[in-house]
């Protein structure tokens, strides 16, 4: 409805795992507190409809999730878990508490979905058991983890973001550049040379505008940032005004996790931004970053064709810039017809 703020689904953590399988029966526990904020659902309202499951912020969900084991071993980080596709062999099946489970595969929905098992849940402990079928042609390793997923609202995103401070920031930079071999990162998408770092500051969605909040995942190598109103506008949904699908949730530059809870502020960037507003060079599409952390605008190379009077005069000024670094609101409800 108008003037409601949008509801986004994420991971928060997990009720079990990741466990590398050929584990066969595995326990865990929800709590009363826990099944108190699962959403309810109600009958369709024709026969023979899915029913309808009512969603508000706070709500948590559960989903059974497969993926391949990494070939250099476990899966590191809850990131490194999340950010690994999902799969179904067609050796596995699956019981929870007494109910079997369905597989959703490539073949019927385009690809591998995890499975909802909120439905399934009861309060105290809770079996899943997993029938691993003999396949001498699969010597794979699999994994499985039950995901918590919680519903946040636009507001409650937005203001819980911290800012890394750009002393902070501005600091790693210069790490950066005083030993190179510490780099984070040899990503294309900034420059490295002897003593200077480019760093693109357009949004990568639009490309046609500097971020105004730029934002970017904690675990993160790369310097250049996203613009967070942008990301979250363009987060997938199966429907207009449902909560935004759990896996939306990825770098535009490295494909990393960037779920709401590890999103962090660039405050060096954010005072460029500032910089560059003050003096009408909001084009300015990348900063060069010197070793002693002075930034200046990178100057543009002039193309062939009609030009205008105020590009000319942006660009004289990107030449002659030379800048010192310095050192929640209610959610609403939302209906969504369960198709499982």
Not at 107 to 127: K, M, S
Request: hydrophobic share 35%.
């Amino acid at each position: 409805m108008p003037g409601e703020q949008p509801l986004y689904r994420h991971v928060v953590g997990f009720a079990l795992g990741p466990v590398t399988l050929p584990a066969q029966t595995m326990q865990f526990t929800a709590s009363w507190t826990q099944m108190d904020s699962i959403p309810t659902s109600t009958p369709g309202l024709l026969p023979g409809e899915p029913p309808i499951r009512l969603l508000k912020e706070g709500s948590t969900l559960y989903r059974l999730r497969c993926a391949k084991r990494p070939a250099d071993g476990d899966f590191t980080s809850d990131s490194s878990w999340l950010t690994a596709e999902n799969t179904w062999p067609d050796t596995l099946a699956f019981q929870l508490n007494g109910h079997f489970l369905e597989p959703r595969r490539k073949l019927h929905h385009g690809r591998y979905l995890p499975i909802d098992i909120t439905p399934h849940l009861r309060p105290g402990e809770n079996t899943l058991n997993v029938y691993v079928l003999p396949n001498p042609h699969d010597k794979t390793p699999y994994a499985l983890a039950i995901e918590t997923v919680g519903v946040s609202s636009h507001s409650t995103i937005t203001s819980r973001i911290p800012t890394l401070p750009a002393a902070q920031s501005l600091a790693a930079i210069k790490r950066s550049l005083s030993n190179p071999t510490d780099s984070p990162s040899s990503d294309e998408d900034f420059i490295m040379t002897s003593s200077t770092l480019t760093i693109p500051l357009f949004d990568p969605f639009r490309a046609d505008r500097i971020c105004a909040t730029p934002v970017r995942g904690a675990a993160c190598l790369h310097r250049e940032c996203f613009d967070l109103e942008t990301f979250l506008s363009q987060c997938r949904r199966e429907e207009p005004g449902y909560p935004c699908v759990p896996d939306c949730w990825r770098c535009p530059i490295c494909k990393g996790d960037v779920r709401p809870q590890t999103l962090v502020k660039d405050g060096f960037l954010m005072e460029v931004r500032e910089e560059l507003g003050r003096r009408g060079m909001l084009g300015t599409r990348a900063i060069v970053v010197e070793a002693d952390g002075g930034w200046r605008p990178r100057a543009e190379e002039k193309g062939t064709g009609v030009r205008s009077a105020s590009l000319e005069r942006e660009e004289a000024g990107v030449e002659g810039l030379d800048v010192k670094g310095k050192g929640k609101g209610k959610g609403r409800v939302v209906e969504v017809i369960e198709l499982d």
